[in-house]
């Protein structure tokens, strides 16, 4: 048995720490089902049959008593919920589909026949639980001449509203409900109708949207030029645009419903680990997984909600986490099957994964440190910094008993100073939507979004929660009633609550107290030590500006973010939070963390 096997110092209980809303979303979505329906395992036998089939992969580098330890050292960390995987892995593990990845990017072509190929790519991989990506940039503009036809182009977002449709209909099959990111360059000529089209509420409802801005670009609107609008089929300039005008209609867009967002496609590319393979163009659906075409990555996040001990936080405790984490992840490659040979052949050419955190929020509250303090911001890079490094060490150790990742040659790591990795990429923050409902936290790196509030999940069920350790301080300081999370629930603030504490209203603060450049500046320190991307909302108080959301966009380029969204209270009617108003009252609609009305697929 290798010595360097990492192992939790820990128990692990008889009875998982599951609350009923947790134990419902696992019932509905997660639970191996019989022929009708019903599930035909529990929590405690999901956990053993993921713990027991990562573990496989074992094998093919150790021994059966290597397996052993694997399986019940992964078992042990994710029924304590110190860490989760993605999705995919959870439902598919074990089973027949075996298909472990959340995050796909997919090529779309000038080419109508690969196009129709990407569509039907997509829908694959939405039956295997995963989320897909695709940049439209390529798409010569609407009324361009076909030669081949003699015919005008239909143009991207046409295009868009095809993948659309065919996302719906295997929604409508009964999968797991799929999602997509559809990009578009900001120098395409069809750029500010791409930026308008999900104005309308229902369009497009299967897919987040960003544009993809570059330097040239970001460069122009600071100086108040003009940019080229390019036809991708040729190279053609059709126009010259202000850069001002095409940022003013992405801001407005947002403004109105959320999207889009901003891809800062030069960020990104400057920590493109391996560039001899390719530029990137593209995320997955929630922004924090850049990917090359046929590129996955699986993706799990440990709960920092675990490692507060006594008031500090216990980084012994937090590395242990971290360097089996690594280790599983590692294994989910090898044991994942593919829904396609050219994702098969990328995967294991990279063997990206992207470890990062949820239960951030809650770590916060444990420390008596408020979200929107500079503590808190010097908190988050601290300890996304010690993630990031533990990771890296327990890559290396992989890589020295399995070997780096084969396209290592040519990779921003092929120099003499440079740590061999099983991984080229290792760091991810990603939404843990569902997640962390499961491991009963708050999700991401987001702040409390409210302390009471309702929860529209899958099928359309409605989870209602008042924050677990918001109703543990009130009742260990005598404070709780149903009567106070009533009022609770009709406020916008602990603040104008009467009966709480003024130190306790000082403490918790929830997503819309947190000014806006707060919201950035959080983003941009967990940023600072993340490889891949970090999905972060900024959510905005109904009254907010379109100037309020054009400084938060600038103010995250300046900052060197990979992307960014937005999200006004009350500019969708559909959303996924609501603040729990008692019965007879209007509900007040709310976004989850990635927000815009898309899936989160962790």
Not at 533 to 542: E, F, I, Y
Request: with cysteine; charged share 25%; glycine share 8%.
């Amino acid at each position: 048995m290798k010595v360097n096997f990492p192992v939790i110092d820990a128990h692990t209980p008889e009875t998982l720490p599951l609350t009923e809303n947790a134990r419902l979303v696992l019932k509905k979505r997660y639970l191996k089902k019989d022929d009708k329906g019903q599930p035909i395992e529990g929590p405690e036998e999901m956990f053993r049959r993921v713990a027991a089939n990562v573990a496989q992969a074992e094998l093919t580098w150790g021994t059966i008593r290597e397996v052993r330890l694997a399986e019940e050292e992964f078992y042990g960390m994710m029924a304590r919920l110190e860490f989760l995987p993605n999705s995919p892995t959870l439902m598919n593990a074990g089973r027949r589909l075996q298909q472990l990845a959340a995050c796909f990017v997919l090529p779309v072509p000038d080419d109508i026949e690969r196009i129709f190929d990407a569509i039907k790519y997509a829908a694959l991989i939405h039956k295997s639980g995963g989320g897909t990506g695709f940049s439209f940039s390529r798409i010569r503009p609407s009324g361009d001449l076909v030669e081949s036809s003699r015919g005008r182009a239909s143009g991207p977002i046409s295009f868009m509203k095809v993948f659309n449709y065919a996302t719906g209909a295997i929604n409508q099959g009964g999968f797991r409900r799929g999602a997509n990111m559809g990009i578009l360059r900001c120098d395409h000529p069809d750029v500010e109708t791409f930026a308008r089209c999900k104005i309308q509420e229902g369009e497009l409802e299967n897919f987040n949207i960003s544009v993809a801005c570059t330097q040239d670009f970001m460069h122009a609107l600071a100086n108040g030029r003009h940019v080229d609008l390019v036809n991708p089929h040729g190279g053609r300039v059709m126009t010259r645009v202000p850069a001002a005008r095409i940022w003013e209609t992405m801001v407005t867009a947002a403004h109105a419903g959320g999207d889009p967002g901003a891809i800062f496609l030069d960020h990104i590319n400057a920590a493109n680990p391996t560039p001899h393979l390719g530029h990137i163009e593209c995320t997955n659906p929630c922004g924090e997984q850049p990917l090359l075409p046929y590129e996955a990555c699986n993706l799990g996040s440990v709960n920092l909600n675990t490692v507060v001990d006594k008031d500090r936080i216990d980084y012994d405790h937090l590395g242990q986490i971290v360097r089996l984490a690594v280790r599983f992840l590692d294994n989910c490659i090898q044991m994942s099957r593919y829904p396609l040979p050219q994702i098969a052949e990328m995967v294991m050419g990279n063997r990206k994964i992207g470890l990062g955190v949820m239960g951030f929020a809650d770590m916060l509250l444990r420390l008596g440190v408020r979200y929107d303090s500079d503590k808190a911001v010097e908190i988050g890079r601290d300890v996304m910094n010690f993630i990031r490094n533990e990771a890296d060490r327990a890559s290396a150790a992989l890589a020295d008993d399995r070997g780096p990742f084969p396209n290592i040659a040519g990779s921003i790591y092929d120099r003499p100073d440079s740590p061999a990795y099983r991984n080229a990429c290792r760091t991810t923050v990603a939404p843990t939507g569902t997640l962390s409902i499961i491991a009963g936290c708050s999700s991401g790196i987001e702040p409390i979004f409210a302390l009471a509030l309702e929860r529209r999940v899958l099928d359309g069920a409605r989870l209602y929660e008042v924050h677990p350790l918001f109703e543990q301080v009130a009742k260990d300081r005598g404070f709780w009633s149903r009567a106070l999370v009533d009022r609770i629930a009709k406020a916008d603030t602990l603040r104008k609550v009467r009966g709480v504490p003024k130190d306790v209203a000082n403490l918790f603060v929830t997503a819309h107290e947190v000014p806006p450049a707060r919201h950035v500046e959080m983003q941009a320190a967990f940023q600072d030590h993340v490889d891949n991307a970090v999905s972060k909302t900024v959510n905005l108080p109904q009254e907010a500006t379109p100037e309020d959301i054009d400084q938060v966009y600038r103010m995250a380029y300046e900052r060197r973010c990979k992307g960014i969204t937005v999200f006004r209270d009350k500019s969708r009617s559909e959303q996924v939070l609501s603040r729990a108003i008692p019965e007879g009252d209007e509900l007040e609609p709310a976004p989850l963390s990635c927000n815009r009305p898309g899936v989160c697929g962790t």
